[in-house]
């Protein structure tokens, strides 16, 4: 199943992509929530609901070509983010394999859909790319054991995790949440893939290109810690809700680690794919 939240003439709405179509569920079944978010949230028997109305005749249907993509979660609860997983970008950054995650997070006004512009804010000239695998939280849980943690995984998404490199690590005391919460910084999209769809989530390729040119070239089988690791890890410290984002880390490649760097500048176009996923696109301006 993939799920999306697209733009109609009514707002928002959670949808389903078929066969290159996108199905508008509250409109084809008002009993449906209109959010993803709340679709989530009524576990397995919501999903069947929405695939069953997906399959009416008379469902309301827009063409992929003509609709306008949000971000599959607008408004999820918490963006939790995880530094340092990957193997390969950890010996990049000249640091240790981290002993247990490295935890960060966004602001959900961080949050943008597939085509909608990365901002370059003008306090910040290191502005890099970083692109992620984002897990999506199915259902509520604390303290969840590792051995079920995969069944609080809803799904996943492409997600790109934009950082102001100079005020994450050059500040005083070092400024991860400024740096990296910037408005426009957390791009995801464009829908939210369930488990079923995409097997194992930790052999999939990972790919970022920068106009056009591979930058970040990896698979998620490089991550130190995995999705059951991660929702157990993080559920020890706060109640993980559905709709609930994981940035998982990024793999090598990134700007910041270039010689000369590598930062974003006006015009540049990014796009970041996961295989099984699809491919996330944004423009990127200067304001």
Same mark, same amino acid.
């Given at each position: 199943?993939? &799920? =999306?939240?697209?733009?109609?003439?009514?707002?928002?709405?959670?949808?389903?992509?078929?066969?290159?179509? $996108?199905?508008?569920?509250?409109? /084809?079944?008002?009993?449906?929530? %209109? #959010?993803?978010? *709340?679709? &989530?949230?009524?576990?397995?028997?919501?999903?069947?609901?929405?695939? *069953?109305?997906?399959?009416?005749?008379?469902?309301?249907? $827009?063409?992929?070509?003509?609709?306008?993509?949000? !971000?599959?979660?607008?408004?999820?609860?918490?963006? @939790?983010?995880?530094?340092?997983? $990957?193997?390969?970008?950890? =010996?990049? /950054?000249?640091?240790? @394999?981290?002993?247990?995650?490295?935890?960060?997070?966004?602001?959900?006004? =961080?949050?943008?859909?597939?085509?909608?512009?990365?901002?370059?804010?003008?306090? /910040?000239?290191?502005?890099?790319?970083?692109?992620? +695998?984002?897990?999506?939280?199915?259902?509520?849980?604390?303290?969840?054991?590792?051995? *079920? !943690?995969?069944?609080?995984?809803?799904?996943?998404?492409?997600?790109?995790?934009? #950082?102001?490199?100079?005020?994450?690590?050059?500040?005083?005391?070092?400024?991860?949440? =400024?740096?990296?919460?910037?408005?426009?910084?957390?791009? @995801?999209?464009?829908?939210?893939?369930?488990?079923?769809?995409?097997?194992?989530?930790?052999? %999939?390729?990972?790919?970022?290109?920068?106009?056009?040119?591979?930058?970040?070239?990896?698979?998620?089988?490089?991550?130190?810690?995995?999705?059951?690791?991660?929702?157990?890890? +993080?559920?020890?410290?706060?109640?993980?809700?559905?709709?609930?984002? @994981?940035?998982?880390?990024?793999?090598?490649?990134?700007?910041?680690?270039?010689?000369?760097?590598?930062?974003?500048?006006?015009?540049?176009?990014? *796009?970041?794919?996961?295989?099984?996923?699809?491919? &996330?696109?944004?423009?990127?301006?200067?304001?």
């Amino acid at each position: 199943m993939r &799920l =999306a939240t697209i733009q109609t003439p009514s707002g928002p709405r959670a949808a389903l992509l078929q066969d290159e179509q $996108y199905i508008d569920l509250h409109a /084809s079944r008002p009993d449906l929530p %209109l #959010s993803v978010k *709340e679709l &989530l949230g009524g576990g397995a028997n919501m999903l069947r609901r929405a695939a *069953e109305a997906a399959a009416r005749p008379d469902a309301v249907r $827009y063409s992929a070509a003509s609709v306008k993509l949000l !971000a599959p979660i607008p408004d999820p609860q918490k963006v @939790i983010c995880i530094g340092l997983n $990957y193997r390969d970008h950890a =010996a990049e /950054s000249g640091v240790p @394999i981290p002993k247990e995650p490295v935890i960060f997070s966004k602001f959900a006004t =961080a949050l943008i859909g597939p085509g909608e512009t990365i901002h370059l804010p003008s306090v /910040s000239n290191q502005v890099d790319y970083e692109a992620e +695998l984002v897990l999506v939280v199915g259902k509520k849980g604390r303290n969840i054991p590792v051995a *079920e !943690a995969n069944d609080y995984l809803a799904g996943c998404t492409v997600g790109h995790d934009v #950082s102001a490199r100079d005020w994450q690590l050059q500040k005083d005391g070092k400024q991860w949440l =400024a740096g990296k919460s910037f408005d426009t910084f957390a791009p @995801i999209g464009p829908t939210l893939v369930t488990l079923d769809e995409i097997g194992d989530p930790h052999n %999939l390729s990972i790919r970022l290109r920068l106009n056009g040119q591979t930058m970040q070239d990896s698979n998620t089988r490089q991550m130190i810690f995995r999705a059951a690791d991660l929702i157990a890890y +993080l559920s020890q410290v706060v109640t993980l809700e559905p709709g609930d984002l @994981i940035f998982t880390g990024t793999p090598p490649g990134v700007g910041n680690a270039r010689k000369p760097p590598v930062f974003l500048k006006q015009g540049d176009v990014v *796009e970041v794919e996961i295989e099984k996923l699809g491919v &996330l696109r944004n423009p990127v301006v200067q304001d």
